[in-house]
Nanobody
Framework: QVQLVESGGGLVQAGGSVRLSCAASARTFMRYAMGWFRQAPGKEREFIGGITWTGVSTSSADSVKGRFTIFRDNAKNTLYLQMNTLKPEDTAVYYC?????????????????WGQGTQVTVSS
């Protein structure tokens, strides 16, 4: 069982930056590939990007490439999402998820554990 807790969300102006954290309870955190997703009101949950269990490679959605960076610190059991040059359309609830695999997936159904989400609101 893995518990995930996101933090770092809030209100930010367009063009600003925010770093989200996802703290995992499991001592086996490094055995999980991780993903970040977001969900805006009235929309489906969207894959932002993922990272392998070793943090060597990442993948990200076209809408955030060049602006968002995913990284992890296995010693701290923590996943991060650095978001720069934020836009109003980035407003959403952001979720981290853990997958019992070495590689991340774009599909929500392939993740075993989810955090409760953290709200990010970008004002214009």
């Amino acid at each position: 069982q893995v518990q995930l807790v996101e933090s770092g969300g809030g209100l930010v102006q367009a063009g600003g930056s925010v770093r989200l954290s996802c703290a995992a309870s499991a001592r086996t955190f490094m055995r999980y590939a991780m993903g970040w997703f977001r969900q805006a009101p009235g929309k489906e949950r969207e894959f932002i990007g993922g990272i392998t269990w070793t943090g060597v490679s990442t993948s990200s959605a076209d809408s955030v490439k060049g602006r968002f960076t995913i990284f992890r610190d296995n010693a701290k059991n923590t996943l991060y999402l650095q978001m720069n040059t934020l836009k109003p359309e980035d407003t959403a609830v952001y979720y981290c998820a853990a997958r019992s695999s070495s590689s991340p997936s774009r599909l929500t159904s392939e993740y075993n554990y989810w955090g409760q989400g953290t709200q990010v609101t970008v004002s214009s």
